[in-house]
């Protein structure tokens, strides 16, 4: 007979969380985790069938708790500049819980894909498609090229590296949202391109 479960599944991928919150994902073992409860690892192993099967709920649930901190999104316009906003200010709050966020990813996908799997990226674009007038492509095209302006300063703050004003902010998300509306409203392929690649 399998040994009583001394704590739910839900308490350990809370605990886990608070673990990868305080330290970072790479902190999440058994031990430590067992350690935030006051008991032994051996909970974890009575929940769980291995430590991977853990961190996917401790990243599911990180990438739930940064969905619901940036979904108010969609009710600012352009939706887009807001969502920079609230990325930046997640990854300013939680730095660890961000990286996990964005680091449990394949890393050798590509950009497009890594892009669509972030919490609410279509959902996102539907609404850039609904603020702007524009089709899929040009919504997720603006999306995509905004995201790394966004994505770049994120990673600054989240590392420590450096931080921001919110003027500062206003003025880069700003030229980068505009700068790229501007691009695709040109409707040229050659306009995303202000200084071609030449050997």
């Given at each position: 007979m399998?040994?009583k479960a001394?704590?739910?599944?839900?308490?350990i991928?809370?605990a886990?969380?608070e673990?990868?919150?305080?330290?970072g994902?790479?902190?999440v073992?058994?031990?430590?985790?067992g350690?935030?409860?006051?008991?032994s690892?051996?909970?974890?192993?009575?929940?769980?069938?291995?430590?991977?099967?853990l961190i996917?709920?401790?990243?599911?649930?990180a990438?739930?708790?940064?969905?619901?901190?940036?979904?108010?999104s969609v009710?600012?316009t352009?939706?887009?500049?807001q969502?920079?906003?609230r990325?930046?200010e997640?990854?300013?709050?939680?730095?660890?819980?961000?990286?996990?966020?964005?680091?449990?990813?394949?890393?050798e996908?590509?950009?497009?894909?890594?892009?669509?799997?972030?919490?609410?990226a279509?959902?996102?674009i539907?609404t850039?498609?609904?603020?702007t007038?524009y089709?899929?492509?040009?919504?997720?095209?603006?999306?995509k090229?905004?995201l790394?302006?966004?994505?770049?300063?994120?990673?600054?703050?989240?590392?420590?590296?450096?931080?921001?004003?919110?003027?500062?902010?206003?003025i880069y998300?700003?030229?980068?949202?505009?700068?790229t509306?501007l691009?695709?409203?040109?409707?040229?392929?050659e306009?995303?391109?202000?200084f071609?690649?030449?050997?």
């Amino acid at each position: 007979m399998p040994p009583k479960a001394k704590f739910t599944r839900e308490e350990i991928i809370a605990a886990a969380l608070e673990v990868a919150r305080e330290k970072g994902i790479k902190a999440v073992t058994a031990r430590e985790v067992g350690r935030y409860l006051g008991t032994s690892s051996s909970p974890v192993f009575v929940a769980f069938g291995s430590m991977e099967e853990l961190i996917s709920c401790v990243h599911k649930a990180a990438v739930e708790e940064y969905s619901n901190y940036i979904a108010d999104s969609v009710n600012y316009t352009p939706v887009f500049k807001q969502f920079g906003f609230r990325m930046i200010e997640y990854a300013r709050q939680q730095p660890n819980l961000f990286l996990s966020v964005c680091i449990m990813n394949d890393p050798e996908q590509d950009y497009e894909t890594m892009t669509m799997n972030m919490p609410k990226a279509d959902f996102c674009i539907q609404t850039i498609m609904k603020q702007t007038g524009y089709d899929y492509e040009k919504a997720k095209l603006l999306f995509k090229q905004v995201l790394l302006t966004g994505l770049g300063i994120a990673f600054l703050v989240s590392s420590k590296m450096c931080d921001f004003s919110d003027e500062d902010l206003n003025i880069y998300l700003g030229m980068a949202y505009q700068g790229t509306v501007l691009a695709i409203n040109n409707l040229q392929k050659e306009a995303y391109t202000v200084f071609p690649h030449k050997k």
